[in-house]
């Protein structure tokens, strides 16, 4: 519904709760989930891992991904019909935020992301 969730298209997987985490098989059922050149992986009815090249990247999908579900509940919560982008554009702007993408997450705004961070909480 918004660019920043260009980011996430045909990048993400999905692994079903399993309780509380004693198995070691699951460690390959995830992985199983997330594979490349998928990033993100949402884990059911328990919360979200991003993975990135580098901490900065992996952080700023993760700071992407709570914005981009906060905005898709708001919008939905309208129950008004949303526009939705076009595949094309969708798949144009994944690419370019992508690992080796000119807007990769965290090549630009990492910096700016950890003053935030720093400002909201600090130690």
């Known amino acids: 519904l918004d660019l920043d969730s260009a980011i996430f298209y045909n990048s993400v997987g999905y692994h079903d709760f399993e309780g509380l985490s004693i198995d070691y098989g ?21 919360g979200a891992v991003t993975t ?9 999908r993760h700071f992407y991904l709570h914005q981009v579900c906060q905005i898709n509940l708001l919008a939905y919560s309208t129950g008004k019909p949303l526009t939705r982008p076009s595949q094309e554009s969708l798949e144009q ?26 400002r909201k909480m600090p130690f």
Do not use: Y
């Open 93 to 118: 702007a994944g690419a370019a935020a992508a690992e080796d993408g000119m807007f990769c997450p965290g090549n630009v705004e990492w910096e700016a992301c950890k003053k935030l961070v720093e």
């Open 52 to 60: 990135g090249k580098s901490i900065a990247s992996a952080w700023c």
């Open 26 to 46: 699951e460690q390959e059922r995830m992985g199983a989930a997330l594979p490349r050149p998928k990033h993100t992986l949402i884990l059911r009815n328990h």
